[in-house]
């Protein structure tokens, strides 16, 4: 092999190296480019044990929380909404009838996310600060918010999710069906329980009311409810 040969042969490697590697770039700026991300956890799988387990987990943010990620995305590819918040798009999708599909996808997305923050492991016990005094001013107390909290999750029909909001200077427990949230009427979520039966069912059974216990005992994030206000 000649010297040009070999100089032109390592020329069009490095081309095909830059190539390549620009492509790759390319994929990954798409990537993040994209509205909706299915951000991690915020503590491993298997942390919230005994009271949701590594299964549970897996299936309802890695498969539901996952597709509502995936299938938003897909639905807003060439859109002109796509280069918006996802509180933007909630707010330009509610209660648009051609918008339906999109809607429950970004604002499940968007519930979900907010409510793996809502839980951590060695939670529960009663909020302090701000949050405990106006629980006590909006309920009278801890313990009648949560007895107000889980009735308001047992007598919830169907899917949907129970809220704990800041709606003016008080503080209400909000019930929203399938994927509403307090986002379309101009509430302040700080905390939330998801119970559609993907929540809970393998852990639970039927036993909903024992789910939303447990979180409020043992599971709540009270310092990231505080944080909202």
């Given at each position: 092999m000649t010297g040009n040969q070999s100089?032109?042969?390592?020329?069009?490697?490095?081309?095909f190296c830059g190539c390549f590697l620009l492509g790759a770039l390319n994929t990954t700026f798409a990537q993040e480019k994209l509205p909706l991300i299915l951000a991690p956890l915020p503590f491993d799988q298997s942390a919230l044990e005994p009271f949701i387990s590594s299964q549970t987990l897996a299936f309802h943010y890695?498969?539901?929380?996952?597709?509502?990620?995936?299938?938003?995305n897909e639905l807003l590819k060439g859109s002109s909404l796509e280069n918006k918040s996802i509180e933007e798009l909630i707010k330009a999708t509610a209660a648009k009838a051609d918008q339906v599909t999109l809607f429950n996808n970004i604002a499940q997305a968007w519930n979900h996310a907010f409510f793996w923050q809502c839980l951590k492991p060695k939670g529960g016990g009663k909020p302090e600060g701000k949050l405990a005094k106006l629980i006590e001013e909006s309920f009278g107390s801890f313990a009648q918010f949560k007895e107000e909290f889980t009735n308001?999750?047992?007598?919830l029909f169907g899917s949907g999710w129970v809220w704990l909001v800041k709606d003016g200077e008080k503080l209400r427990i909000v019930q929203t069906f399938n994927a509403e949230t307090p986002l379309t009427l101009n509430q302040k979520p700080l905390f939330v329980v998801d119970v559609w039966e993907h929540?809970?069912?393998?852990?639970?059974?039927?036993r909903r009311v024992d789910f939303i216990k447990e979180i409020l005992e043992n599971l709540a994030n009270w310092e990231f409810a505080a944080s909202n206000l």
């Open positions: 100089t032109r042969r390592c020329f069009l490697w490095f081309i890695g498969k539901h929380h996952a597709a509502y990620v995936n299938n938003a308001s999750g047992k007598t929540a809970y069912y393998l852990d639970f059974q039927n």
